[in-house]
Nanobody, 115 residues
Framework: QVQLVESGGGLVQDGGSLRLSCVGS????????IGWYRQATGKQRELVAR???????DYADSVKGRFTISRDNAVNTVYLHMNSLKPEDTAVYCC?????????WGQGTQVTVSS
């Protein structure tokens, strides 16, 4: 069984920064891609950033140049560095992976950006 635990969310002002962490359990963590998703109230969940097992990174257009995803397999952690935050970035942020065809989600961490 895979468990993902997010942390690092909080309240920040417009233009501020946060770093989210997603800690995964299991020896297969380093062999799987990890995605950060977010869901704002009343909106559909969207993929924000993804990092493959080899370190290839992809970003949603809305966060390119502001967010950076990285991973440290030694501590089973994927980070989402968020800079120049905007009120429209306010959402619950969750990480996700797929192991043996089954998706696993963390519980999420709230990010609120005040104007």
């Amino acid at each position: 069984q895979v468990q993902l635990v997010e942390s690092g969310g909080g309240l920040v002002q417009d233009g501020g920064s946060l770093r989210l962490s997603c800690v995964g359990s299991g020896s297969t963590f380093s062999r799987n891609a990890i995605g950060w998703y977010r869901q704002a109230t009343g909106k559909q969940r969207e993929l924000v950033a993804r990092i493959s097992q080899t370190g290839t990174m992809d970003y949603a257009d809305s966060v390119k140049g502001r967010f950076t995803i990285s991973r440290d397999n030694a501590v089973n952690t994927v980070y989402l560095h968020m800079n120049s935050l905007k009120p429209e970035d306010t959402a619950v942020y969750c990480c996700r992976t797929v192991v043996a065809g089954r998706p696993y989600w963390g519980q999420g961490t709230q990010v609120t950006v005040s104007s």
